[in-house]
């Protein structure tokens, strides 16, 4: 299961976890839509450690779904940078 509204779960990272080709690919796919703000799902497969894009939301689940205080307390941040 890969939809938390199914039963699967949910976990937040670091960015400085993710390699940087999975970064990378987000800001693209993110780019590719044009969206400033957006919530990029994707697996990483446990034998290959290749990633795929699943989707690229229109926005993040910032009220809703898991980790809500932790997505709108990474949001602020950006927005105090800015």
Same mark, same amino acid.
């Given at each position: ?5 199914? *039963? ?8 400085? +976890? ?20 957006? *919530?990029?799902? @994707? ?5 290959? *450690? ?14 809703? *779904?898991?980790? +809500? ?8 941040? +950006? @927005?105090?940078?800015?």
């Amino acid at each position: 299961l890969n939809n938390t509204s199914q *039963g699967a779960t949910a976990e937040m990272v670091d960015v400085e +976890v993710l390699p940087q080709e999975e970064q990378h690919s987000a800001v693209a796919a993110a780019s590719l839509f044009s969206r400033e703000i957006t *919530g990029v799902d @994707f697996v990483v497969n446990s034998q290959t *450690g290749e990633h795929t894009i699943l989707e690229v939301n229109n926005l993040p689940q910032l009220e809703t *779904g898991q980790h +809500v205080d932790d997505k709108l307390k990474a949001l602020t941040e +950006v @927005f105090a940078k800015i």
